[in-house]
């Protein structure tokens, strides 16, 4: 099959989209308000764009109630954020976070994590997760539909400090596949890594 | 362990970013140069941003050559590409199409892969794929460093047209488990997506 992406004449209930650009990493994001709530919530458009500066993005829609997401609202009120890796132990916690919560909800209490300070930036990290990164924002660019009407937005962020459970570390390298990472797929589904395979490059 | 990513002290061989931002799903891009040349080549720091319209972008690192690399070049130059999905069948093929070649290599040949005319664009999908998204560019961001050098560039494309292989869909929904899509991991390493599983949104 094939459809028009911009009609989006697909005609099935849901736009497959989401179900073939997969799997899709899951940043487990915690920002913080000017006021000082935290707030933590998943984003599977997310991924990181370069390594060398580091550099990670995120896909950010309308909030359920409308106007942005808190998550957005709070980079460019703060500037500065934390990618949790989302893993199979804390998938539940994870989906909880999801919730379509007012500004003022901790969605740690709500989930029942633990903060642990970050060392370079101000929103703490989930004090159980196997890896984080630390980032202050870059630059938001605009993603507009055909009308010209901007609801969806990229978020860049340039990656401060990188945190790792040296559980997972094993002789210089990080053993990806124990740290179990969950990714989204479409509709409500998810798929864990719990192997891994090796391809060496050609040349 | 904690490191920071602008002074990179991991001390490790390798940086191990890759081995956390998993698991990265993979863009395996046709692009074409203003001659015609076709160019095929996979990149893992890619994802959708956005569903309603659909945007895709991906990281555009150096070519070993020095340089941007031939996709990049050849989407400002002809501003159109097709993503296909890289599932477990084509892993080879996709991997041989990683070579770091001249401009003028045609990596379908190269992989011993078809070619399939798209519905919108004028860059070929690879015939064998389970899904590909036809694109045209919309937006380069360069990703600069500390001393403003910049190297890297996110890259972030519409979706115009969206195929996928009857096969996959049924009653309506794409059964993304069985295109069995590749991922990638840190250092050497892939994961496979075989199976899924569900968790409903708390709201």
Known sequence: MFYDAIRNDHGFQYDPFKAIVVPRPIGWITSMAADGTVNLAPYSFFNAFSQDPHYVAYGSGTAARGGPKDTLSNLEATKEF???????DLREQMNLSSTNAAPDVDEFELAGLEREASALVAPPRVKQVA??????HYQTV??????GTVRDHMVIGRVLGIYIDDRFIDDGRVDTAAMKPISRLGYSEYAVVTEAFRMRRPD
Chains 1, 2 share one sequence.
């Open 142 to 147: 605009p993603l507009p539909g055909d009308d």
């Open 82 to 88: 934390v990618v949790n890796l989302a893993t199979w």
């Open 131 to 136: 890896a984080a990164l630390e980032c202050r």
